[in-house]
């Protein structure tokens, strides 16, 4: 045979789109001419599979190949295609028969002396196989994470003779399955740890609950970045979909997806990260931050650090719960529902309405730090909560607060309530928040006059709304009152808890 096709996944965003890899050998002058949109590293494969066959034992064809990598219009990047580049020459050349390859797809990458390693984004490609209904044939060193995809026949190799032998049959490889479940290797911090700082304790709490956004501020040193580690702890568990959704993002990223499997992300970047860093993005488009933090907590330390052009490509991400990066050639769609948790101090000393430490700021210099929050980006935040520093007393108590286990079982209460509406109450419709809320005449003329004071904005309304929405489903309530009301407009008055007002 001098044509034969070989099935092979490429690595866009999170998906893994299906590319033939086609193999003619003809008359002519011996060479190998590869097209189909290759990029560099695809270009090269030609030498390293050439090594790789000869040094393999195989021969290498003295003839003309002409390999076209199908479609032609989708770019194809990095050394996955190797395996299957070198199993579509052994094919078109006869040393292994085409229909031992008629049934599965391949991927991977090889050395010099045939051996496979390991690439990245193979749990997209492994779910997209299996719901082809076709095997998958790999490095072994990626067999763990393909095995992820449930239901799909996984054939784990360390070399392009272990894969040839397995082909004709001469030495068939088992498929791969788990032994056991995965588990994350990372222990979570319990909220057990953190003393005192009650109401920011209960502000995290409902954040949970309702999968609201977060603002900590306060003097350094007074707990809360510790907080906010808490978080993921108290959130319910991921549900299998989600734990692949997660994996699948870490993968492509070339991230270890089993060290925090099951769960809740928790990300961290530097306030001198990039735009790009966290929406995502570059020449070769790669998921950002926030994207990594889908299911899970995305936390801003010294949040005022950070570019404020930085700070406003969150804005869409926050209300969408997604990022659409567009760019001349290409197009990418990345999940990013995540929370938001950010740590501010007061001033730009940090001391501003500190009994520890004088504050020596003058008004403008507060005034310009505290700017660099823009009001739509607030708007955003549901909760701004004041963390003050802590009497001595209470940092010595031998007193445990609650566990994370203790405040979760809360949580999932609360959010059950929640689903049974359809939605969770940082992401419940206008319309139905509304009526879920159930507002009676007394508690809308207070809340009227309330948000006239405050001069608070449309968007700002909706979020006390499911602030007090979510404080009714924590206690267990029908309807929200004016308890509920009071409670979700203390978390909105920055300029108290600044020291502004």
């Not at 930085?310 to 050639?329: C, F, K, T, Y």
Request: proline content about 7%; overall charge neutral; some cysteine.
């Amino acid at each position: 045979m001098s044509l034969a096709i070989v099935r092979t996944r490429a690595s866009v965003g999170l998906e893994a789109p299906e590319v033939l890899v086609e193999v003619h050998l003809s008359n002519g002058l011996p060479g190998l001419a590869i097209v189909g949109l290759p990029e560099a590293a695809v270009k090269e494969s030609r030498e390293r599979v050439r090594s790789a066959l000869i040094n393999s034992g195989f021969e290498f064809p003295a003839r003309r190949i002409t390999l076209n990598l199908a479609p032609a219009d989708l770019p194809k990047e990095g050394g996955r295609f190797d395996l299957p580049i070198a199993l579509g020459i052994l094919v078109a050349s006869g040393q292994v028969p085409g229909e031992a390859v008629a049934e599965l797809e391949c991927l991977g990458e090889l050395a010099l002396d045939g051996k496979l390693r390991g690439v990245t984004g193979v749990l997209p490609a492994a779910l997209a196989i299996k719901t082809c209904g076709r095997a998958l044939l790999l490095p072994a060193i990626n067999a763990d994470e393909a095995a992820l995809a449930g239901a799909l026949a996984v054939y784990p190799a360390t070399s392009l003779s272990e894969v040839v032998a397995h082909l004709v049959k001469q030495a068939v490889i088992a498929p791969h399955h788990r032994t056991v479940a995965p588990t994350a290797h990372v222990p979570q911090p319990d909220l057990s740890e953190v003393r005192g700082q009650h109401q920011a304790r209960r502000a995290l709490e409902v954040a949970a609950a309702g999968a609201h956004n977060l603002l900590f501020a306060g003097p350094p040193g007074t707990g809360k970045t510790m907080l906010a580690s808490r978080l993921p702890g108290i959130l319910p568990e991921l549900a299998p979909d989600e734990c692949l959704e997660v994996a699948a993002i870490r993968s492509v990223c070339g991230l270890d997806i089993l060290e925090r499997w099951g769960q809740r992300p928790f990300r961290t970047p530097h306030h001198t990260a990039s735009a790009v860093a966290l929406v995502g993005g570059g020449s070769k488009p790669k998921p950002g931050e926030i994207s990594l933090a889908h299911h899970g907590v995305l936390f801003l330390d010294e949040v005022p650090e950070f570019d404020r052009k930085v700070l406003e490509v969150l804005r869409e991400p926050l209300e969408s719960g997604s990022i659409h990066i567009a760019r001349a050639s290409h197009q990418r769609h990345y999940p990013a529902r995540f929370q938001l948790v950010a740590a501010m101090n007061p001033c730009p000393c940090g001391h501003r309405g500190d009994p520890r430490q004088d504050c020596h700021c003058t008004p403008q210099q507060v005034q310009r730090y505290q700017a660099r929050l823009s009001g739509p980006l607030l708007d955003r935040i549901d909760l701004q909560v004041e963390v003050p520093a802590l009497p001595a007393s209470e940092l010595t108590s031998a007193t445990a607060g609650e566990s994370s286990a203790t405040v979760r079982a809360r949580v999932q209460a609360a959010r059950a309530r929640q689903w049974a509406r359809g939605h969770l109450n940082a992401q419940l419709p206008p319309q139905q928040l509304e009526a879920a809320c159930a507002l009676g005449e007394s508690e809308r003329r207070w809340l009227t006059d309330v948000l006239t004071r405050l001069n608070l904005s449309a968007r700002a309304y909706h979020r006390v709304l499911r602030v007090a929405l979510t404080l009714a489903d924590l206690a267990g309530e029908e309807r929200v009152g004016q308890a509920q009301l009071m409670e979700a407009i203390s978390y909105r008055q920055l300029d108290r808890m600044m020291g502004r007002g």
